[in-house]
């Protein structure tokens, strides 16, 4: 084990694909840390930061676009700034698990098998 994580994922513990995830890194013996993003959400800084570590996707990859608060926020429509903000105020909106890796990468688990392409 490192002295820093290699990783760290934006989980929810109540999620069974963000527990898988966490099951995944842990067999391949992958140092990470959570971070319980309901609890201790993220700024938007931090989540333009994960943005572009994926790449850079529409912000949508990230929001759970199925929940009622992202229609009742009309989400499927808004414009980036409007779904940041959203995701800043209400960080349940946030996908998960996203694992970002040590060397500035990220990927949102799902499936919960994507978080090894970060560490393949």
């Known amino acids: 084990m490192s002295e820093f994580p290699t990783a760290v994922v934006w989980h929810n513990t109540r999620c069974s694909k963000s527990r898988s995830a966490c099951d995944l890194l842990s067999v ?57 903000d959203a995701l800043v105020a209400h960080p349940e909106l946030i996908e998960r698990p996203i694992v970002i ?10 499936p919960p098998e994507l978080v090894l392409d970060l560490f393949a």
Do not use: H, Q
């Open 101 to 110: 890796s040590g060397d500035g990468r990220a990927v949102v688990g799902r």
């Open 28 to 84: 391949r013996g992958v140092d990470f840390e959570t971070r319980n993003y309901i609890a201790d959400p993220p700024t938007r800084a931090e989540i333009e930061g994960v943005l572009k570590a994926m790449g850079d996707p529409d912000v949508k990859v990230i929001v759970r676009m199925g929940e009622d608060l992202a229609k009742e926020l009309n989400l499927k429509t808004a414009s980036r700034d409007e779904i940041l």
